[in-house]
Antibody, heavy 123, light 107 residues
Framework: QVQLVQSGAEVKKPGSSVKVSCKASGGTFSSNAISWVRQAPGQGPEWMGGIIPMFGTANYAQKFQGRVTIIADESTTTAYMDLSSLTSEDTAVYYC????????????????WGQGTLVTVSS | DIQMTQSPSSLSASVGDSVTITCRASQSISTYLNWYQHKPGTAPKLLIYAASSLQGGAPSRFSGSGSGTDFTLTISSLQPEDFAAYYCQQSYSLPITFGQGTRLEIK
């Protein structure tokens, strides 16, 4: 049974960057997609992008293009999401989630999810 | 992008009631529709995938139906642990998009 454990909460200044990690254990890592989804207060979830670790190429939502970088380290079975040029609108809980699909352009469903990482952007 | 519209945005019900949540896609998505349950401070949980398939471990009182643009999630005989937020999500095309959610509260 795959389990995803994320890094802890972060408080960041506007204009800075944040890097959130997602450690996978208990199952396959390299051949399934890992996506990042965020949820701002009072809003629905928002897909940011995803990666297939064994291929290493990420696919990003256009909204975040140029500002987000998703990478995966097969040796440590850990995925990372780096978001730059933070503003208060980036205050949200960030989740990683596994998709059984081996093709990021053909998603299926997310199971399991990480526990979430609260990122607060405040001056 | 495919827009997902859920209704209602909130719902009050009692233990034992049956409730239905709807999700409408802005274009046809066949059966590429998933439902999640989310309780505060926890990881979202997959309930239904591919519109009508019950995820392993999910109680059988949860059921999903629909295809094309209109989908429903039905919870029969509500239990105390069912009071949570529910989200639909399309996986027909990128970017993956979610509904705004339905908050199910105890009456």
């Amino acid at each position: 049974q795959v389990q995803l454990v994320q890094s802890g909460a972060e408080v960041k200044k506007p204009g800075s960057s944040v890097k959130v990690s997602c450690k996978a254990s208990g199952g396959t890592f390299s051949s399934n997609a890992i996506s990042w989804v965020r949820q701002a207060p009072g809003q629905g979830p928002e897909w940011m992008g995803g990666i297939i670790p064994m291929f290493g190429t990420a696919n990003y939502a256009q909204k975040f293009q140029g500002r987000v970088t998703i990478i995966a380290d097969e040796s440590t079975t850990t995925a990372y999401m780096d978001l730059s040029s933070l503003t208060s609108e980036d205050t949200a809980v960030y989740y990683c989630a596994r998709d059984i699909s081996p093709d990021i352009t053909r998603p299926t469903w997310f199971d399991p999810w990480g526990q979430g990482t609260l990122v607060t952007v405040s001056s | 992008d495919i827009q997902m519209t859920q209704s209602p945005s909130s719902l009050s019900a009692s233990v034992g009631d049956s409730v239905t949540i709807t999700c409408r896609a802005s274009q046809s998505i066949s059966t590429y529709l998933n439902w999640y349950q989310h309780k505060p401070g926890t990881a979202p949980k997959l309930l239904i995938y591919a519109a009508s398939s019950l995820q392993g471990g999910a109680p059988s009182r949860f059921s999903g139906s629909g295809s094309g643009t209109d989908f429903t999630l039905t919870i029969s005989s509500l239990q105390p642990e069912d009071f949570a937020a529910y989200y639909c999500q399309q996986s027909y095309s990128l970017p993956i998009t979610f509904g705004q959610g339905t908050r199910l509260e105890i009456k």
